[in-house]
C-alpha cells in the first residue's frame, strides 16, 4: 500500500514537472517582452513591472494578481511563462536577458513606488 501510494506521487510529481517545464529561450524571451513593455507607462507596464520585480526581488516588491486583467492575452503568456522559469529552472529574471542587472536598476528607478514600504503613501 505504502509503496503505490510513493509511485503515485512519483508519477504525479513527474506529470506536473512536464506540464511547467519550460525552456531558458522561452523564459529569455518572456523577459525581454515584458522588460520592453514595463519600461512605458501604461496599465499593463505596471503590471508587466510588478511581474519582474516580484520575481527578481519579492521581498521588496509585491505583484497584485488582478492587474494580470489589464494584460492582452500575449503577455498573460508572458507573465505565465516567467513565473514558470523562475520557479522550474531556478534562476533569477535578470540572468536571463543581456544587461540585466542594468535593466532591472532601471526598471526599480522607474516604478520605485511599487516597492512595498512605498506602496500606499499618498
Known sequence: MANE?????MEET?????????TERDYSEAVSSLIDLAMDDTSAS?????????????????????????????????ALIVLRGR??????????I????????ELERQWEHLYVKNRHKD
Open 87 to 96: 520557479v522550474m529552472l531556478s534562476k533569477e529574471p535578470q540572468e536571463m
Open 46 to 78: 505596471r503590471a508587466a513591472a510588478q511581474i519582474l520585480l516580484s520575481t527578481y526581488n519579492g521581498n521588496s516588491y509585491h505583484m497584485d494578481l488582478t492587474d494580470l486583467c489589464v494584460l492582452d492575452l500575449k503577455y498573460v503568456e508572458q
Open 5 to 9: 501510494r510513493f509511485f503515485a506521487v
Open 98 to 105: 543581456d544587461y540585466g542587472q542594468t535593466k532591472f536598476s
Open 14 to 22: 513527474e506529470f506536473l514537472r512536464q506540464k511547467l517545464t519550460v
